[in-house]
């Protein structure tokens, strides 16, 4: 019977300290974890703000696209010529 209560109190007095230590340890990672992923999401929040003018901004893309093969169209026929 006396090594039963000698058992209990060093489970008491070691292993339930290391045990909180462990889990104390654990929880605090898992706190940074939540900031960081708060963080993340408040910046993706922040992003979809930025992506309302996408396609008026695609559409002047493909006139600049278009501007840009008439004139290399152009100067390959001017440099045929040339070479021709």
């Known amino acids: 019977m006396t090594l039963w209560w000698i058992g209990n109190g060093i489970l008491l007095l070691v292993v339930v300290p290391v045990l909180v230590a462990l889990l104390n340890r654990v929880l605090a990672a898992l706190e940074r974890i939540r900031g ?14 930025e992506l309302d003018n ?27 010529k040339l070479l021709g």
């Not at 996408?54 to 045929?80: C, F, H, N, Q, W």
């Open 36 to 49: 960081a992923a708060d963080d993340i999401l408040a910046g993706g929040v922040a992003l979809t703000g």
């Open 54 to 80: 996408v396609p008026e901004l695609l559409a002047e893309t493909d006139g600049t696209i278009k501007d840009v093969t008439i004139g290399a169209v152009r100067y390959a026929g001017s440099v045929g």
